[in-house]
């Protein structure tokens, strides 16, 4: 193999969520789906709060790379609309999220899952399913 083939199969794409998005996407619908407005439904209602968050996010991640009008970042209103849980709940597990490196904010109260940690959000609640 010539370095220039091994260079093109080890320096990927920035984007990785959508380079996977069909296997991301596939994993996420175990889940949850997320409806045109952007709100995330799950499939399950035995829950964690940290996994109600990762989902919503992950799944508007994977949403804003098939639908341009549904936006990845996910406000603290949506948040507590979407996952029915308290702000100050939320502030902590977002917290927590952002600790780990898996979500940021762009601004004060608005927060998108890391496009390369997608995944991640994703089996850590199917791990917790599990359990």
Do not use: W
Not at 86 to 104: F, G, M, N, S
Request: a positive charge; charged letters at 30%.
């Amino acid at each position: 193999m010539s370095i220039e083939d091994l260079k093109k199969k080890f320096i990927v794409d920035d984007d990785v969520l959508k380079n996977r998005l069909e296997d991301i996407a596939t994993k996420a619908l175990e889940h949850c789906v997320v409806d045109m407005k952007g709100n995330v439904h799950f499939n399950s209602s035995n829950l964690s709060a940290r996994e109600k968050l990762s989902l919503t996010l992950a799944a508007r991640a994977i949403a804003s790379q098939m639908d341009e009008t549904i936006k990845s970042d996910v406000s603290m209103a949506e948040l507590t609309l979407i996952s029915g849980l308290p702000e100050k709940q939320i502030t902590a597990r977002i917290a927590e999220l952002t600790k780990d490196k898996l979500v940021t904010s762009s601004k004060k109260g608005v927060y998108s899952a890391v496009p390369h940690k997608v995944e991640a959000l994703l089996n850590s609640v199917k791990k917790a399913e599990k359990s």
